[in-house]
């Protein structure tokens, strides 16, 4: 009988169902095959070494810079007015939080919260500035160990019972928006930066030097979990969004927020104006800076009941929302609407 | 491009360069980790494997690529990008050396250095396979079965082990020959 061929081999070794009875049955009473099966087994372990390569990815941050950098600008305005009315401020905080310091898991037990968002404030920053900013891990460790995972969910009571916040009731859809939402809820990121001095040393060599206690010093950022009411329109797009969740919250092992937020911004190669605009927000550690690119949006401060508000515009005219911050929740209401709508749905919600 | 593979037809690309498809950001999510891991076996970084990525999924939502095809076609446009930036020697501007190591289970310099000469090894070692060769191996340890990769190369079922077992024997030979002396 002839011998199967060095294909069939290598098949054995990690697909042995796509192999023939017959095949298999030869292999294991020849002696030269059961060689050469030994080789194949030895060489593919080999390559599986040597081609091993960490790539855990966020498909969801991924997305984020996708949307935002690569697709051309034409039809940048539709992708993005996608991503922005389903991400919830839970992630576009996350953006800025990022910015400032990064995220992840948090096993020790020492931590001190230093940041607990109480009203956001919006810092432009031109695209040109953010993207020559280089990520967080040319200066420390990133470790994000617990992700959004929006999902979509059967309904409300199931999306309140999973992220245990309860969603408002809209009193008057604006008009255009019709029939009845569907709902998605999203897990709490968790994510944890370490400084790493040789890191920033190796990335900058004419880096300020590192204030003392900052090398090793780790600092945690959560944010959500989230729910939203999503309306979609014809458009397949969401018309209306309405979306609550947990507000970002940034804890210490002990160096203060401010020390590390500062040294980053010294090294960010940020316009000094934008730098000392950062600082000043979050001075007081409660001021969440929400990022905003004025080539594609324009904010402007209001009012909801009573509470700070951010409206938020698309320069194209296209998307519109309101966020505001109470008693630790971060509300949002967004959609294919005019400043005034959303602010109407936002002062009627109950 | 050395061989003309699915992923590179030219009727593959359907739209105008404003034009971007509707089901883009749902195969992006849903393929977005199987690309960055192709690149990075490629690559040997996690950074630029997600560099690759941003530009194959840049091509794909000009393309007409059925959504049903999306995951074959990306995997392998995701592996002859990476391989033709090693060829052309592009890399992310800035950042590269920073991010290395990125894993922090390399706990000092002397390690680092070594594991970034590896890498660099391997990088070249895969560059002077034939083109066939390499992608069927970097997709097959990236976890496509027997027929996702013969898929995606357009070759019949049978001759994908064949192909990956050659292209392991050859990989081994080019990094025994390129060894660096003790």
């Known amino acids: ?350 | 491009m050395d061989v003309a593979l699915s992923w590179d037809r030219k009727d593959s690309v359907a739209r105008s360069a404003d034009e971007v498809r509707p089901d883009l950001e749902q195969v992006f999510r849903d393929s977005y980790r199987r690309v960055v891991a192709v690149a990075a076996r490629v690559l040997g970084s996690r950074d630029e494997a997600e560099d690759v990525a941003q530009e194959v999924f840049l091509t794909f939502g000009r393309s007409g690529v059925p959504a049903g095809e999306a995951l074959p076609w990306l995997s392998v446009a995701a592996a002859h990008t990476a391989l033709n930036h090693i060829r052309t020697g592009k890399r992310r501007a800035g950042r590269e050396e920073a991010a290395h190591p990125r894993d922090a289970t390399v706990p000092d310099v002397a390690e680092a250095v070594v594991a970034r000469e590896e890498r660099r090894r391997v990088r070249a070692a895969l560059s002077r396979l034939p083109r066939k060769q390499a992608v069927a191996l970097v997709l097959r340890h990236s976890g496509l079965s027997y027929t996702e990769v013969a898929a995606a190369l357009d070759v019949s079922p049978g001759s994908v082990g064949t192909i990956v077992r050659r292209a392991e024997s050859a990989l081994r030979k080019e990094l025994n020959r390129h060894a660096p002396s003790e």
């Open chain 1, 1 to 350: 009988m002839r011998h199967p061929s060095e294909g069939v081999l290598r098949r054995l070794v990690d697909e042995p169902a796509g192999v023939t009875d017959t095949d298999r049955e030869h292999v294991a009473d020849c002696p030269a095959c059961r060689d050469g099966l030994a080789d194949a087994r030895r060489d593919a372990e080999f390559a599986a070494n040597a081609l091993y390569a960490e790539a855990d990815v966020n498909p969801d941050v991924a997305w984020l810079t996708f949307a935002d950098k690569s697709v051309h600008s034409a039809a940048r305005a539709r992708t993005y007015r996608r991503w922005a009315t389903k991400r919830t401020p839970l992630v576009a905080g996350l953006a800025a939080l990022v910015l400032l310091a990064g995220a992840g898991t948090a096993a020790a037990t020492d931590w001190l919260q230093i940041f607990r968002t109480e009203k956001i404030a919006p810092v432009p920053v031109r695209q040109a500035d953010l993207m020559a900013i280089p990520d967080l891990s040319s200066w420390g460790d990133v470790e994000i160990t617990e992700r959004p995972k929006i999902h979509p969910v059967a309904g409300r009571a199931a999306a309140e019972k999973e992220t245990g916040l309860a969603l408002p009731d809209v009193t008057e859809l604006p008009r255009g928006v019709t029939g009845d939402p569907q709902y998605q809820a999203g897990q709490r990121i968790t994510a944890t930066f370490t400084f790493r001095a040789g890191k920033v040393r190796a990335f900058a060599a004419d880096a300020p030097p590192m204030p003392a206690g900052l090398d090793g010093s780790k600092f945690r950022l959560t944010a959500g979990p989230g729910a939203a009411a999503v309306w979609s329109s014809n458009q397949g797009v969401p018309s209306l969004i309405v979306a609550r969740a947990v507000a970002p919250t940034a804890y210490s092992t002990g160096v203060p927020f401010a020390t590390a937020r500062d040294y980053l911004l010294s090294l960010s190669g940020l316009p000094a104006e934008v730098a000392n605009q950062l600082r000043s927000f979050s001075a007081d550690g409660r001021t969440l800076p929400l990022h905003v690119m004025p080539e594609k949006l324009t904010s402007k401060p209001a009012d909801v009941n009573g509470r700070p508000a951010t409206v938020l515009s698309s320069t194209d005219q296209v998307l519109a929302a309101v966020v505001w911050v109470d008693d630790g929740r971060v509300t949002l209401v967004a959609g294919s609407l005019s400043p005034g709508e959303v602010l109407t749905v936002a002062r009627g919600l109950k």
